[in-house]
């Protein structure tokens, strides 16, 4: 029996004016809209209660598996409005294969695909107006808005052995995003951590787990110590292959023309890494994915045959990575500004999330 998703509108949604006045200044993460998707399932009758629902807390049984072994997983997709008003969502397939495939890796029920989808686009009509007009003028990147989707899963059986939740709970929330470089798109420096790790072979680093993140929030700190704005994880064997950001896939611009990537296997696959591996010719690049080990990255930064890096993520597209630390060095990427490579690919992807160049690829998702 397929799951749907029929709407119970909230009775006392935010008025309008107060709706407004976040909108002009969401930030991220911090405002949520009047709704919220929501399914169940039990091993008895599989995925059962969806809907559309007031947003609202709900109580959970001190017991319940995932306050204890982290039994979870989550999403992270937008919702884009373009011109005309109309609202799409950018390769939602992708997510949905993803949540499923993380959700093998953490032993809780696959969602089906089309009530993953179902979910996203139901949510997004009923809180249509929560979607923010973008703007194409002003300053690069300054005009990103959209309404970021959290899907996420918990074990909610209240039990405390440690195997796989008879039950879970489904929830998908919208949060209105406002640009992520407010004032153009700036670069970061990254700390090549070698006192923390984010994944090995046979872990969990190519699920999208809670605690992945609540392991990396150390890493973090340490970054900050250091004066730099996120972490570069490297492979946790030998610490001598580069794997991702905390919250990012890593790319790199080679000065013959390849566009460098780790390959698949601890880190996470992301949509935006493979949406820039896709459109990697279109800009005159050649898409490469290899293991890179860190010290052929600091000796071509050096030497000028890398000559951009950027990290590519869902939250901020393309962010330009304009150096790097880590314990006794410091290296600057081409002249320390955002490449202009790096720029052009932004640009691409928005281009199309936003409908402002053709859909070649069939990967933008009309919601209304
Ligand atoms: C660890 C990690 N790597 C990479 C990404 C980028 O993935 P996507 O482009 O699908 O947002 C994310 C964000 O979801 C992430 O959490």
Same mark, same amino acid.
């Given at each position: ?10 009775? @006392? ?7 407004r006045?976040?909108l ?11 709704h919220?998707?929501?399914a ?11 809907g559309?629902?007031p947003?609202?807390p709900?109580?959970?049984h ?12 989550f ?6 409005? @373009? ?17 499923a ?35 194409a003028?002003?300053?690069e990147?300054?005009g990103?808005?959209?309404? &970021? ?13 440690v195997?796989p ?13 406002g640009?992520y470089f ?8 990254l700390?090549?951590?070698e ?8 872990g ?8 992945? &993140? ?12 250091h004066g730099?704005?996120q ?7 030998g ?27 601890t ?29 052929e ?5 050096a030497e000028?045959?890398?000559?951009e ?19 006794? &060095? ?10 202009a ?12 999330? &936003? ?6 690829h ?7």
């Amino acid at each position: 029996m397929s799951l749907d998703f029929p709407l119970d509108r909230a009775a @006392h949604p935010l008025p309008g004016a107060e709706r407004r006045a976040i909108l002009a200044d969401p930030g991220f993460g911090r405002w949520f809209t009047d709704h919220m998707a929501v399914a169940a399932w039990d091993t008895e009758r599989g995925w059962h209660d969806g809907g559309i629902r007031p947003l609202a807390p709900f109580t959970l049984h001190p017991g319940a598996a995932v306050l204890h072994y982290g039994q979870e997983i989550f999403e992270g997709l937008k919702a884009y409005r @373009h011109a005309d008003g109309s609202l799409w969502l950018f390769r939602p397939r992708d997510n949905a294969r993803r949540f499923a495939a993380s959700a093998r890796r953490l032993a809780l029920p696959e969602l089906p695909e089309d009530a993953f989808l179902r979910a996203a686009e139901e949510l997004v009509r009923a809180d249509a107006d929560w979607v923010p007009e973008a703007d194409a003028d002003g300053p690069e990147g300054s005009g990103e808005q959209s309404l &970021y989707l959290r899907p996420f899963l918990i074990a909610t059986e209240p039990f405390l052995g440690v195997r796989p939740s008879a039950q879970a709970l489904f929830r998908v929330l919208a949060s209105p995003a406002g640009p992520y470089f407010p004032s153009g798109v700036t670069g970061v420096t990254l700390w090549v951590t070698e006192t923390y790790a984010r994944a090995a072979a046979g872990g969990t680093g190519a699920a999208k787990c809670g605690g992945n &993140y609540a392991g990396s929030l150390a890493a973090q700190n340490e970054a900050r110590e250091h004066g730099c704005e996120q972490v570069l994880y490297l492979d946790s064997a030998g610490h001598g292959t580069i794997e991702e950001s905390g919250t990012m896939n890593l790319c790199l611009v080679t000065r013959d023309g390849e566009l460098l990537t780790p390959a698949l296997g601890t880190i996470l696959e992301g949509v935006t890494r493979d949406t820039v591996l896709a459109l990697a010719p279109e800009l005159g690049l050649r898409p490469v994915e290899r293991a890179i080990p860190l010290a052929e990255l600091r000796s071509r930064v050096a030497e000028g045959t890398v000559t951009e890096v950027f990290a590519a993520g869902t939250a901020a597209v393309l962010t330009p990575v304009t150096g790097f630390k880590g314990e006794g &060095y410091a290296v600057t990427v081409g002249d320390g500004t955002p490449g202009a490579t790096t720029l052009a690919l932004r640009r691409a992807v928005l281009d199309l999330q &936003y409908g402002r160049t053709e859909d070649r690829h069939g990967w933008l998702h009309r919601v209304r």
